[in-house]
């Protein structure tokens, strides 16, 4: 006799769960600063072709997104943050997830090598190839410096929009590219902090759980020169003008004050933790605000003077 | 739960799982029968926007590449 299927597993996925493996939140904020990337490059790119560049970027970040969700669907089910994505909740089996992350990534490379250009197509499959395996495979589990060196996976996308107009790397997007990798710890850290027990539980080595809060403090604030630095850096060096300068100096000076906050807090009660929230807060707001002044003070034609 | 099987009338098609109600999917009950059909038509229309997007953006790319469009 013929069993009875059991399982709403064998009940194909609703779409809005193949969507919520994209990230769209991450990917947002990915296409956002890809879009800087591509505004700030000094050509100029056809429309169609700079919107084609965008899509094939957010469609990376999708298929990353969900290679990430696939790969870590035993991690997501231990935490509350991530405990209600579809794989861990049992609306989606893992092999749809896994078959839609390798299609996206390997149709967001072809787009892009075909409509855009072969050097953005690479960094494509590369930044992908990074997050996917790099970052979660082989970093996220094994060392507390995890976001560290992953934290490159995200600062791909800037790179690749300027990539798509110019087809080459210099110094202005690989200032971008380290604005962001230097972003990310102290970003990723400040919610780390009061995640902690999430992280802890789930068995991840996030800086908090291994070397405790007091080193994570430390750390956070020893990223933000460095950071800021590279935040300056294109207005010194002529890449960007007044706009761009002015704006960075202001959102770095809030950006150490709020890291100095965080450094001089000693709670170990998640209630106190308010200037690590506004810091995690505060970061995502940095981020888009830099960005787009990078875009607009290349646009509006600021004079870019060469001071170093 | 397997649904039990219905008597066929004459002429009637039956199903691999037995019974012969077209409604019902396999040995699915009737509420997630329902779901699936639900879903597959919700994909469907997702991929045929999907599909029909991407037709106007390959056709648009063919014609900025060679270079009508400027």
Redesign the interface.
Known sequence: M????PT?L??????RDFWALTKPRVMSLVVFTALCGLLAAPNSI?P??G??AI?CIALGAGASGALNQWYEADLDAKMKRTEKRPLPDGRMGKESALQFGLGLAAFSVLIMA??VNYLSAALLAFSIFFYAVVYTVWLKRSTPQNIVIGGAAGAFPPLIGWAAVTGDVTVMPLLLFAIIFLWTPPHFWALALFMKSDYGNAGVPMLPVVAGRKSTRNQIFAYTFPMAGAAILPFFMGYAGLLYGVTAVMLNIAFIIMAAQVWRNDSEDIADMKPEKRLFAFSILYLFILFAVVAADNILGFEKVVYL | MTKPALPAKEGEEITSSGHNDPKIIGNFSPEQSRKIRERQIERSKVMGLILFALCVLFFAITIVKIGVWG
Request: hydrophobic share 55%; no cysteine.
């Open positions: 013929k069993e009875a299927i709403d064998y009940i194909p996925a609703d779409w056809h169609i072709i919107f084609t899509l075909v409509g």
